[in-house]
């Protein structure tokens, strides 16, 4: 099983802002089938990126993902207030797939 | 536009076994390429895959749950079920059902259901 793990574990920043996710894998990620989602407090979780850097339908260009093998990142360029959420990367490129265990992403 | 919704009992007794249903809108299960899945997510923690079934019904259960459930689904309803036997107070959690397929990561998701397991 591969496991995922996600830095930092909380990221604080303000709107304008910059944001780095990283997600490491303990195993190369087949055919970099890597994938990251966005959670609000009460919601699913929102698929923002698959194949470690296409963008899901409707999502915004502020956020891109990049990376491939063992090292992932989703970069959000300038933050908008809707985007302080949870969020986490998973692999679906082997059996079973697995998720990190999320960045939270909060208001500075 | 697709649609998922999870129903279901939101309170299980210890031991007993947890049944879900997640009824599908805006198109068919038995549609390929696509599978559709069963996740959950403990109060205040992150995302477990449970397993999965196929539009022809193929199944896939995950290690740690394989002894547990059973995913099946009616085509004539458009629904898909999961099964969690001798459930615990670990079970605990917001179950979740989502599209799938493979080499295609979960896109659409349900809106979640609060199962709560206790006496």
């Known amino acids: 099983e591969i496991v995922l793990t996600q830095s930092p574990g909380t990221l604080s920043l303000s709107p304008g802002e910059r944001a780095t996710l990283s997600c490491r894998a303990s195993?190369?990620?087949?055919?970099?089938?890597l994938a990251w989602y966005q959670q609000k407090p009460g919601q699913a979780p929102r698929l923002l990126i698959y194949?470690?850097?296409s963008r899901a339908t409707a999502i915004p260009d502020r956020f891109r993902g990049s990376g491939s093998g063992t090292d992932f990142t989703l970069i959000i360029s300038r933050l908008e207030p809707e985007d302080f959420a949870v969020y986490y990367c998973?692999?679906?490129?082997?059996?079973?797939?697995?998720f990190g265990q999320g960045t939270k992403l909060e208001i500075k | 536009q697709l649609q998922l919704q999870e129903s279901g009992p939101g309170l299980v007794k210890p031991s007993e076994t947890l049944s879900l249903t997640c009824s599908v809108s805006?198109?068919?299960?038995?549609?390929?390429?696509?599978?559709w899945g069963w996740l959950r997510q403990p109060p205040g923690k992150g995302l477990e895959w449970i397993g999965s079934?196929?539009?022809?019904?193929?199944?896939y259960y995950t290690p740690s749950f394989k002894s547990r459930i059973t995913i099946s689904y009616d085509t004539s309803k458009n629904q898909v079920s999961l099964k969690l036997t001798s459930v615990s107070a670990a079970d605990t959690a917001v179950y979740y059902c989502?599209?799938?397929?493979?080499?295609?990561?979960?896109?659409?998701w349900g809106q979640g259901i609060l199962v709560t397991v206790s006496s």
């Open positions: 989502a599209r799938l397929g493979l080499g295609l990561p979960f896109d659409y």
């Open positions: 805006g198109g068919s299960i038995s549609s390929s390429p696509y599978w």
């Open positions: 079934i196929s539009y022809s019904g193929t199944t």
């Open positions: 195993q190369s990620v087949s055919s970099d089938y």
């Open positions: 194949g470690a850097s």
């Open positions: 998973q692999q679906y490129g082997s059996a079973p797939r697995t």
